[in-house]
């Protein structure tokens, strides 16, 4: 149900969470109070239970019965929910399967038959199930999903989000030329018409958008024609909501964009002429932009989210990413899956690390990002992309409580060697353990996972 | 124990490795019968237990009573054990901790201190226990490892692989110049003495080699004395032991080679002009080899480890692998841990698969690697790599049985999410099936290891 709770929350112990870009906060022996709407009460640095009961619950008006405690053991820590910025939710099940392809023949080959067969709301709902319930389980609190053509199917999606309890924006994917027979908007008239149909759908089960929020979802330009851009530019301007695509993915995509749409300036200029480059926009990959497009998409405010294991698998290039943030661009991270073969934001984080180390063989050493820097990318980052800043991201009385609790392995425990990764021998600083975390982690060490305060996820011991 | 046996196996069920480097075949209701020396004496396809009984028993001699029968489960798979030609067991805790350095400051930041502090043999029982038990529990039957320069830490880490069953290579690391006062050889003489003295001790505690067999460690050109080399190579003539080292990993390792030995045309001519290159010689690295250095390479027969987690990692650059087997160099995998940020060779087939790509997209998109090249690497071409073709690598008659069950997730199953990863909905091909334990597996997936017969992990429900 859309706000469901589960009471009210007090969380102990250490939190770790991006003061900066480039910084992480470690915040020792905390207690946080989160209400029974899921938001962020009190935050109090060296409180202990006692404490908390004696001197926080009564300025908020609490009392002990009414509280569940959750505490992290030592070693463990509270870190904000990962929020996937560009994630295909359709394509899960061909997640790995991409072959040697690039993204034109892996759309053909593997993606739009897997998309269309989604059609069928039976396979839809074990698709869809399993996706949440996988990137639920690699903390992902929030997620901005491209569906399918089919409504039914991508009202269900929005359902199942809902019902798992995962913060979503949903969108019905919109393609009226270019695209097989087999799967294809009709019409810019039916894909409109389509677009409102899962927009009214939403209306009706989250009229206030709590947890979930429709997403206008031009696929990318190639797919699209002039018109239904138009459409949905005009769309989005009646409606306030975001928008999200694809954009400068692939050389060869980039080539046909200019070839489709002779009398625009650029890839970007597309967008931007169709009423669809706004600050609401979600823009993912950015692989190959002009600086003229990059100058674009910061005049607009654009927002960019970065897809490094997609771009890596299906070989499209490297994101600039420093040059990006560089710009003042905001900028998140995307799974991108199943052009990214992982619906892990864990795996997109060591991926942005390695990728931007391939930048740097070319341009420098100031193109690598840092592991606090890849953290950020995944919580304030992301959440600026999708316009949550003030609600999510990081831990600040006000803000919901999104968050995971994560534990690394003791060396010295009796834990089985298969039961959790990322072993720590008792001398790493914290830096240290964050860092081997992001490097070795995996569902495992996300123990549980908070979506406003409600428990959506935890590792069955 | 050496030679270390649990009797006669009978193995049921899928098999798959790799047939050439680019094909790998599935052997479908197959019996494979293992006697107690770890030998594959039989494999049958289309044989189930019964049928295995009656007509293979009896030509073996075997009978009912003296055999431990496995099956593969319906989607789970045996597959060869995996390789890893090229491991620093005296890393494991600096897994993922790397920063934004490069090779040389790398390793005196992280490395030396580290390695230096394991002449503590508590630690290094700590330690070296963990490293094994994690590379096993991925599947790694055979490790070419590096120690430290420490003797008695160094033969400890023989006495663990033997004692937990690993088929392993043991490097004393000789270095007796550019390095740390704590951390360094104190003269070629006494290297030499230390590399003898782990020579003598693994040849008490394995006489013939059956699991573990030392290896001669240059640590790399920059850190040995031209006396050290020429002592080695000496060595290595006297003894036809394999030798192990680094060779061109980072460009400014590479000028440094260049200042340091003068006389000698390339970094791959200082190595031959020891007498350290011949055709057990195993090449860590090999980014940035001259096309003049890699036909020096084909013509002493010597082997590469590429290792491109670590590549990507330490910022080191992209080797040209699809150059290299065109060449027809033998190439197998190395996770080069903690340069490599991992201890699993699935992580190293990821990466080496990504890397390709990077490479592709400079070079084109021949230089793509395969998931069945990939896969042909981390077995077979690690085989040849550490010159245990004969042995291992496959599943024929005469090999020995080092091989892992794989286990992938049916969505359908009654386990919890974190379990096991890689969900599979029922319609994947063999080959998909694969493709997606490749990019989504992990250890949770290697559902029991055996080396020589003798199992040595197993997953515990």
């Known amino acids: 149900m859309a706000g469901q709770t589960t009471g009210r929350h007090l969380f102990l112990g250490t939190l770790v969470h991006s003061k900066s870009l480039s910084e992480l906060e470690f915040l020792q022996n905390t207690a946080v109070c989160v209400d029974d709407k899921g938001i962020i009460v009190a935050i109090w640095p060296n409180y202990d239970q006692i404490r908390a009961e004696k001197s926080l619950y009564p300025r908020l008006g609490w009392s002990r019965g009414d509280v569940t ?12 929910g990962f929020i996937d910025t560009h994630i295909h939710a359709s394509q899960y099940p061909n997640a790995g399967i991409f072959g040697k392809t690039t993204l034109l023949d892996w759309l053909n080959t593997y993606t739009f ?8 709301i039976e396979k839809a709902k074990t698709v869809y199930t399993r996706c949440i319930q996988r990137t639920l389980s690699h903390g992902t609190t929030t997620a901005s999903y491209y569906a399918t053509i089919s409504v039914p199917s991508t ?9 798992f309890g995962q913060r979503a924006f949903i969108g019905r994917c919109c393609m009226d030329t270019l695209s097989p027979d087999f799967y294809r908007d009709e019409s ?3 894909a409109l018409a389509d677009t409102r149909a899962t927009i009214s759908h939403i209306a009706e ?44 993915e692939n050389t060869n995509e980039i ?4 070839q489709l749409f002779p009398d625009h300036m650029s890839y970007t200029h597309v967008y931007d002429d169709h009423g669809l480059l706004g ?51 905001e900028v998140g991270l995307g799974t991108d899956m199943s052009g990214g073969y992982s619906p892990s934001i864990l795996e997109a984080i060591r991926q942005a690390l390695l990728v931007s180390r391939h930048v740097a063989m070319e341009g420098g050493d100031e193109c690598k990002l840092s592991v606090e820097e890849a953290l950020y ?26 968050a995971q609790l994560i534990g690394l392995n003791q060396v010295d425990s009796d834990e089985s060697i298969n039961a959790r990764p990322v072993d720590v021998f008792g001398w790493e600083s914290w830096p240290e353990r964050l860092a081997k975390w992001v490097f070795n982690g995996d569902d495992r060490n996300t123990l549980a996972v908070w979506v406003k305060g409600r428990l959506v996820h935890e590792v069955k011991s």
Do not use: Y
Request: glycine share 8%; hydrophobic share 35%.
């Open 69 to 80: 405690v959750t505490r992290a053991k030592e070693g463990e820590f509270f870190f904000p």
């Open 113 to 120: 038959p897997m998309e269309s067969s989604l059609s069928s």
């Open 155 to 163: 009202n269900l999606l929005a359902d199942l989000c809902l019902s």
């Open 188 to 190: 810019p008239a039916s």
């Open 205 to 248: 089960i989250d009229p206030s958008n709590t947890l979930v929020t429709p997403i206008i979802t031009p696929r990318f330009a190639p797919s699209c024609s002039s018109e239904l851009m138009h459409n949905l530019g005009a769309l989005q301007k009646e409606t306030g909501l975001p928008v999200q695509t694809h954009i400068s």
């Open 255 to 258: 080539k046909l964009v200019g």
């Open 279 to 329: 600050p609401k926009t979600i823009l993912a990959h950015a692989v190959h932009l002009s600086d003229e497009e990059v100058d674009l998409i910061k005049k607009r405010k654009g927002k960019i989210s970065h897809c490094p294991a997609s771009n890596s698998a299906i070989t499209s290039g490297t994101a600039k990413v420093r040059k990006l943030l560089e710009k003042g661009i």
């Open 377 to 402: 990318l995944s919580t304030r980052g992301g959440a600026s992309v999708v316009g949550l800043e003030q609600t999510i991201g990081g831990f600040e009385v006000g803000k919901e409580w999104d």
